[in-house]
């Protein structure tokens, strides 16, 4: 992997990681379904402006239905998903429940026929559920029904994305990274238009809500997307898939930082045996750099 790969990845991570606690700020005060229709439509204005400047050209009707799977996928479950769970857990948590997606995105593979289901992929996945139960049983959050049912929601958010990145994948080679990208925030901004308007009139704007839905919209959404389509275009699906991997270091750091999180040695251990089981599926190893596409 380049170095500027690899840098690339660590600003994604970061940016990333970010928007969980973003998510903190704007779901309690506008509710999740109006932060997901928002994140989305500022997305999609980005997005078709630098289309528009960049001259690049919308994707053919034929490619719409598969672009709107994808933005299903990858955008609406997981936005609506974290949203919800971000009125009940910290930021943190969120985080390193993301860091899942990839163990998901190994066994999506495998159901198409796309990568082989080894034993070690196998032990990952079930020490990787450990972790996320240790997490939920550990951490400085009370356990209860809803923080059960939100950790549900984000490891949902996790499957979605990690399936998702299967379709992303053949998006690239298919589609410029740009023109997929938009179409496929125009398609969920479509997708989430009713809901939102629906929960319009519940929500409680308030300056700070609306700053984090911009910044969740025009950076971490759409232009985002666009560099993670464009970085996986370059380098193997499985090292993109990295980005996972310090994602939590990010969303803890900054939860704590910014919202005053606890941040404890409780939830050291399910954070382990996340990362660990991410590293077994994927076969990344930050020492040896990434492996071969299968």
Do not use: D
Request: aromatic fraction near 8%; charged fraction near 5%.
């Amino acid at each position: 992997m380049q170095t500027r790969h690899f840098a690339q990845l660590v600003g994604m991570s970061a940016l990333w990681g970010a928007s969980f606690p973003l998510l903190r700020v704007a779901s309690p005060a506008l509710g999740p379904w109006v932060v997901a229709a928002g994140r989305c439509m500022l997305a999609a204005v980005v997005l078709s402006v630098l289309m528009r400047a960049l001259k690049e050209r919308w994707p053919g009707r034929k490619a719409w239905a598969s672009l709107a799977l994808l933005s299903l996928l990858t955008v609406v479950m997981p936005f609506v998903l974290f949203n919800w769970a971000a009125l009940v857990i910290p930021a943190g948590y969120s985080a390193v429940l993301n860091a899942t997606s990839p163990l998901f995105g190994v066994l999506g593979a495998a159901a198409a026929g796309e990568e082989k289901l080894t034993a070690k992929r196998l032990l990952g996945c079930a020490v990787g559920f450990a972790g996320v139960a240790l997490l939920v049983q550990l951490g400085p959050v009370a356990v209860t029904s809803q923080v059960v049912l939100a950790a549900l929601a984000c490891t949902v958010a996790a499957a979605s994305y990690g399936m998702g990145a299967i379709l992303m994948k053949r998006a690239t080679l298919a589609h410029s990274p740009l023109p997929a990208s938009a179409a496929v925030h125009v398609a969920a901004a479509l997708i989430l238009v009713i809901p939102g308007g629906v929960a319009l009139p519940y929500a409680q704007p308030a300056g700070g809500a609306l700053l984090a839905v911009a910044v969740l919209g025009l950076v971490t959404s759409g232009f985002m997307y666009w560099i993670s389509m464009r970085l996986m275009r370059e380098i193997p699906a499985s090292a993109a898939t990295s980005a996972a991997f310090m994602i939590p270091l990010f969303g803890v750091s900054w939860g704590g930082v910014f919202l005053g999180e606890p941040v404890t040695l409780s939830m050291l251990p399910g954070c382990v045996l996340v990362l660990a089981a991410t590293a077994l599926i994927t076969g990344f190893n930050p020492f040896k750099g990434a492996p071969p596409e299968p």
